[in-house]
């Protein structure tokens, strides 16, 4: 037991505050879209990501007048970083879960690529609280918005940009890895591809900062194919009837198998799709707060 003297001497290190800036403006590599995510001004987020600097004695972002990118000592403290507000949103979660009665049904929304980790989420919170009943709710970006702004979700798994104002923990990155093109298309051939190569990518037409396509439409030279892409799955029907291509997350390479479409290789840089559980702490019961905790943990030992 260590004495109470010692106890009063205990760092307790940055603020949280000032991670969370840091973390949002190396997910977007812009201060201004991180200002936006965090409902601050810019000059309020480029002052606390100082502050951290001069705390840790770290230059955390190399900056220029055209772009943000993450230094070296940024790079390796990023990981820790996401760990630390997991850990603290999974203190809060925990300790609402806890304070207050578990109620009867609450729903899950999420994008179908990850509809195998929505289910093993509610077959870990059936488990643990068989009183809990989770409804699985399939949506996309837009989908998943709409439900958990009209209060119809309790939670869900969906892609950045995450909802402004609402939590979000069990962060997870997949790399966008291939390009999906019809069976018969000459590209279908192909050993490897570039962005500079590519003609008619498929791409939503909401495209909001901070997202995967809007990086990718920032890339591209050429003019992209306005389609729906909340359901990528769905969206390989579009490109296997010649419509156009698609850039596809490795997951969708690993769990989807069709004669009509090939994924070539594709060099998309550290192009990447980001996921989380996303929750509105004013709607947070105990029963939500328990689906937040199982998802933590599937997330955890993966």
Known sequence: MCPVGILGRVDPGPPQREIACFVQVAERLSFSRAAAALGMTQPAVSQAVARLERTLGLRLFDRSSREVALSDAGKVLLPYAEAMLDHAAAFTAEAARLAEPASESIRLAYCPLVGALAARVARRLARRSPEIEVELRRAGWSAATAELTQGYAAAAFMTTPFPTGYAMTARFHVPVTHLAVP???????????????????????????????????????SPAVPADLDDLPAALDLVAAGRGLLAAPHLLVETVRRPDVRFVPLDAGDLRMTYGLVWSPERASADVMALVQSGRQILRVQ
């Open 183 to 221: 069976a018969a298309s000459r590209l279908a051939t192909a050993t490897r591809l570039g962005l500079d190569q590519l003609c008619g990518v498929l791409l939503p037409r909401l495209r909001p900062p901070g997202s995967v396509w809007h990086a990718l439409a920032s890339r591209l030279r």
